[in-house]
């Protein structure tokens, strides 16, 4: 079967590297030829890119259509390409609602929304779908962990909480950038702040059947560095903050 991306930017490249990667069986995949010199990099380091001449081709060629444009770009688009009633789209697209899509698709097919991260590439993170399907689940577990939502107003808390990586990253480039102003070498600073984070989130992964707090304790020695550290940066509200941020960031998506 034939895969398409209508949309080659960020979202698209890391999926498709990730289905690169991955023992997801698929004859060719087709990408829009925007963006230019991301499909044109795609084309040059994996086999079996085509880069189609335009969007409707990727329909035509099809069976799997992955909707990663803007909903910007999506609503402009998605009514004028024409679907045919056995194909599986799946958007990726923030904003837009499955009845929305339905209304813009036409036809019968079946329709899937959901949220990969860009460390798909790795093959590695959470992708919620909604509303459940069983080859899409299974198509994403090949490349990263599937969550089914049944109730597409849920699916929204995840879009807020996937708005905190850019946030993530920053709190691990300050404390590199702390450790640089101390004298440590970029590269070392750089390598020991990731390997931890790294070990901090794999124990994180094994231990999620648990509750969280048993990890926020056992990490604890009583009057200890990590203490100290939960402590001030609790008085200083930083958690407080967090969930400040997700509720702004939920409340946005619902505008
Ligand atoms: N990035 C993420 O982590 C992430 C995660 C989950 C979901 N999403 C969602 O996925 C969607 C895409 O996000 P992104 O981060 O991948 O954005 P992006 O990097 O800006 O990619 C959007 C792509 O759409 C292309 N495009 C613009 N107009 C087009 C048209 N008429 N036909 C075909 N392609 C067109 C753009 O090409 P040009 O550069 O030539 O304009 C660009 O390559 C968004 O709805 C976003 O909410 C993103």
Redesign the pocket.
């Known amino acids: 079967m034939n895969i398409g991306f ?7 490249s890391s999926v498709i590297i990730g289905i690169s990667k991955s023992k997801i069986s698929f004859r060719k995949i087709y990408i ?1 030829p ?3 010199k ?1 499909a044109k990099d795609l084309k040059r380091k994996l086999d079996k890119i085509i880069i189609a001449k335009n ?1 409707q081709q990727i329909i035509d060629k099809c069976k799997w259509i992955f909707l ?4 910007q ?2 609503n ?2 998605i009514k004028h390409l024409r679907f045919k009633p056995n194909q599986t789209i799946v958007s ?4 837009i609602t499955l009845s929305e899509l339905k209304k813009a698709v036409k036809v019968k097919a079946k329709i899937v929304r959901a ?4 460390p798909i590439s790795l093959k590695k993170g959470p992708v919620p779908i909604c509303p459940p399907n069983k080859e899409v689940k299974s198509f994403f577990d090949k490349i990263g962990s599937t969550i089914e939502i049944k109730n597409e107003k849920l699916s929204k808390n995840f879009w807020s909480t ?1 708005g905190m ?1 850019a946030s993530y990253y920053e709190l691990i480039k300050v404390m590199s950038n702390w450790l640089v102003k101390k004298g440590i070498k970029r590269q070392d600073a750089q390598k020991y702040i990731t390997s931890l984070f790294l070990a901090l989130s794999e124990d994180a992964v094994v231990n999620s059947k648990k509750d969280l707090k048993f990890l926020v304790k056992e990490s604890q020695t009583p009057k200890g560095l990590n203490e100290q550290g939960l402590k001030e940066m609790s008085k200083k509200g930083v958690y407080k903050s967090v969930v400040k941020t997700l509720n702004s960031i939920y409340k946005r998506l619902n505008n």
Do not use: E, Y
């Open positions: 209508i949309g080659t930017g960020k979202i698209a829009s925007r963006n230019r991301i969007n990663s444009i803007t909903p770009v999506g402009k688009i990726f697209i923030s904003t949220i990969p991260l860009p996937s990586m």
